[in-house]
């Protein structure tokens, strides 16, 4: 939703086209989706370290699929099949997953 939001504002405030109009919408689509990445999981106490940065890169090279692409399937089914190496992995050995609290 990022990457759409800042495309259609870029849309809407400027009429030119060419190279430098697709530069700005990239990198304003990869800032955006990197700054709501970021305030979501810096709620979880996991990722309050340098452990965020891997997650931020991880989020780049999805958001670039979509972006170089055209597709969202390419960004969901990117982000879907790094979840599932995550599972086959398991909890204790990737940070991949949604924090898991043991009860207290």
């Excluded at 909890?91 to 924090?99: A, C, I, R, S, V």
């Amino acid at each position: 939703m990022p990457v759409v939001a800042a495309e259609n504002i870029i849309n809407q405030s400027t009429s030119a086209g060419g190279f430098t109009i697709v530069l700005l919408k990239a990198v304003c689509a990869i800032a955006t989706s990197l700054i709501i990445t970021l305030l979501y999981h810096l709620g979880y106490k996991e990722f309050r370290n340098k452990s965020i940065l891997m997650v931020l890169l991880g989020n780049t090279i999805i958001t670039l699929t979509f972006i170089i692409s055209g597709n969202p399937l390419a960004a969901v089914l990117s982000h879907t099949a790094m979840h599932v190496a995550a599972v086959m992995r398991g909890p204790e050995t990737t940070l991949h997953l949604p924090p898991h609290y043991g009860k207290q």
